[in-house]
C-alpha cells in the first residue's frame, strides 16, 4: 500500500526526488512546436499542417510504427545550433524535474546519412552539454548504432566517432530490434570496449530474451536498455538480479508501443520484486506523453508505489550510472537527505 496521503503529495516527493535520468533518445525529444519552428528556419517541408496534426500522428501500434515517424522528425535537424537548441531544451525540462545527472543517446546514422556531418550534431550537443554542466547538471553521452543498418555502417560510424571520443563515454544499440540480435554487432562492440568506451544496448523490448543474453554475453554491455521481456526467463532473472545489471525501463514508451496494455500491467513492480535494478527513464519524451517525472508519476500511480520504492528507483539510476565513485556516492547522499 502507499504511504502518501495523496496522489499529489506523492506528485510533490516525486518533483523533488534527486534522480538520473540513463535512457533519453536527444531526438526523441523534438517536441512538435520546436518541430515546426525548425522546419520554418531550415526552409524543409514537413508533412504536417499543424502540431496537432502531429500529435495525432503520434498513435503507435509498435516500434517500427513509432521509429518510422521518429526518423521522419529528424529531417528538421541540419545545423550546430539545431543540435544545440533540442539538447538545451531537454536539459532544461530535466533540471525542471530533479534530474542531477543525464545520459544522453545520439543516432549519428539518422543525420549523417541526411547529409549533416557528425562534426555539426556531437559540437551542437557537446555546447548545450557544457552550459548545463556550468549550472550543475552532469551528463554523458553515448553514441547508439542503428541495429536495422549493417555491422559495416557502424564500424564507419565508430571511424567517424574518433577524434571526439573525449566527448564520447559509450556506444550503444537502438532502432528496430526484430531481427536483428545484438550479436551482429560483435565486433564493432569489441572495438568500442578496447577504446575504453561504456556499452549499452535495447534488449528484450520487443526482443526475446535470447537477446538479452546476447547482449550480456556476446555484447558484455554494462547497462541493459528495456529488458522488460527479460522477465520472461527465470535463469535470465536470477542472473541479472545476481550481477546487479541495471535495467533503463521506460514506461510510458512501453505503454505508447503497446509492449504493455496499460500501466496497471507495467513489470516495472514486478521487476523490483525480484531484486532487478531497474530504473524509470522517458525514451522518446516528445512522443510518449512526458518526461522522466511523468513517468514516475504515472507508473507509481498505476502500480501503488510507495516511497521506499520511489527512493529505490533514484538510488538505481544513480548506481547504474556511468558516474565515478565520489561523484556517485554525492548523488546517493543526496537521495538519502531527502528522504531524511
Ligand atoms: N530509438 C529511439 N527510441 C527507441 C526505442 N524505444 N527503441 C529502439 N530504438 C529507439
Ligand atoms: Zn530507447
Redesign the pocket.
Known sequence: MSDFASPDARNAFIAGLPKAELHL?I??SLEPEMMFALAQRNQVAIPFASVAEVRAAYAFSN?QD??DI?YQGMAVLLTEQDFHDLTAAYLARAANDGVRHVEI?F?PQGHTERGVAFATVITGITRALDAARARGLTSRLIL?FLRHLDEASAEATLDEALPFLSLIHGVGL????AGHPPAKFARVFARARALGLKLVA?AG?EGPPEYVWEALDVLEVDRID?GNRALEDPALVARLAASGMCLTV?PL?NLA?CGVPDLPSHPLRRMLDLGLAATVNS??PAYFGGYVNRNFEAVAEALDLDRAALVKLAENSFRGAFLGDAERDAHLKAVRAYVG
Open positions: 533518445h531526438e526523441g516500434l513509432f521509429l521518429y543517446f543516432d547508439c537502438d532502432s528496430s530490434e535495447h523490448e528495456h521506460c514508451s508501443l525514451d522518446d
